[in-house]
């Protein structure tokens, strides 16, 4: 890809400086033209960065020059682009939230940036049919929008796995697109390379931090229409995602949960405060004037219909219990229960409990 002298400048600023965003965008502030970093680094530097770190390396031009053209080369070679805020593909979805990352660093199908986009999150601590009912949410999604996500264990992964057989994904990284966090994750990172989308704001070789969290969610709300938010308790993490997109005029959506079940807290937290109630895509899709095909009906026999109402009249279950209210031995509970399963109607839970999804 070829970059303008303006872009090689940003990205130079970004991928080969250890500086924090708020000392990248004064500097670019008082720079005015983004080429005058390359070539007048070391005057500008000092009039803007009142305590000088040892962090940053003052050099000549010619070793800036080389840096940038060591790390465009590198991308290039891996089939990565950066897209920076002179970048004519750079969303404009983000370019009007506050703080727009300066540049993104982005492996796959860049185009998947031009989608309409739509956010799907959970927390790592997401009851098993929550992650159900996400899979199936993304997947539906994933055929009007681009599902944007990350790449945690619980939610994020359930979105993950919904949206990838479209190839319509964007996974936003809290850490460089070299790196892979959680490391066990690796294998579905470069299956999204593949038919999806990676995209960080950070240095390909740079690490997840504690705060690259905190700023990887405002690219995940900015980036999108509305976000679901699938699992969240009281404090998660998940939450700031959400309040981002309040911030921003988004939509934000969540699914319902029983009371006193610690992984719904955020959620019914945010549907109190005005969240759209959601229990499917359709109602995501009919906030956004889309229309969607109704899912064909499995079909039930007597046993199954019977003990479906009773997944959906008491929530999560025991088994045991589940057969008792139903009249049935607690084998045949068993076998029906798998059949729900196989459906897609019901998911198991740890400690031989059922839920419908």
Not at 177 to 190: F, G, M, T
Request: glycine share 8%; proline share 4%.
């Amino acid at each position: 890809m070829d970059y303008s002298e303006e872009e090689r400048a940003i990205i130079w600023l970004c991928g080969c400086t250890a500086l924090e965003y708020r000392e990248r965008v004064a500097l670019l502030r008082a720079a005015k033209d983004p080429r005058s970093l390359l070539a007048d680094f070391e005057k500008i530097f000092p009039s803007v960065i009142k305590t000088f770190s040892s962090r940053v390396y003052m050099n000549e031009r010619a070793q800036r020059e080389r840096e940038a053209d060591r790390l465009l080369k590198s991308l290039d070679d891996r089939g990565r682009i950066a897209i920076t805020l002179m970048t004519a593909e750079y969303p404009k979805e983000l370019k009007a939230i506050p703080d727009p990352p300066l540049v993104l660093f982005a492996e796959g199908n860049a185009e998947l940036l031009k989608m309409r986009k739509f956010c799907i999150v959970g927390s790592r601590m997401t009851p098993p049919w929550a992650e159900k009912q996400c899979k199936t949410v993304s997947a539906e999604l994933s055929q009007k929008f681009a599902v944007v996500t990350g790449l945690a264990e619980g939610g994020d992964r359930a979105a993950v796995e919904g949206a990838l057989p479209s190839g319509n994904l964007i996974t936003v990284l809290p850490c460089g697109l070299d790196e892979c966090y959680p490391a066990a994750h690796a294998d579905i990172k470069n299956k999204i390379a593949n038919t999806g989308l990676l995209i960080s704001e950070y240095a390909p070789k740079e690490k997840t931090k504690k705060y690259s969290f905190y700023a990887r969610n405002r690219i995940l709300a900015g980036l999108s229409e509305g976000v679901l938010v699938v699992s969240a308790g009281i404090k998660s993490g998940t939450l700031i995602t959400a309040n981002r997109a309040l911030d921003y005029g988004r939509d934000v959506f969540a699914f319902p949960y029983n009371l006193g079940v610690a992984q719904g807290e955020g959620c019914n937290e945010l549907i109190k405060k005005g969240a759209f109630l959601t229990s499917g895509a359709g109602d995501i899709f009919g906030n956004f004037g889309i229309a969607c095909e109704e899912r064909p009906q499995a079909e039930l026999d007597g046993e199954e219909s019977r003990l479906l109402a009773i997944l959906k009249e008491c929530g999560e279950e025991h088994l045991a219990v589940i057969a008792d209210r139903a009249g049935m031995q607690i084998f045949e509970a068993a076998a029906t229960l798998s059949a729900l399963e196989l459906k897609g109607l019901a998911v198991k839970s740890g400690g031989n409990r059922y839920s419908a999804t």
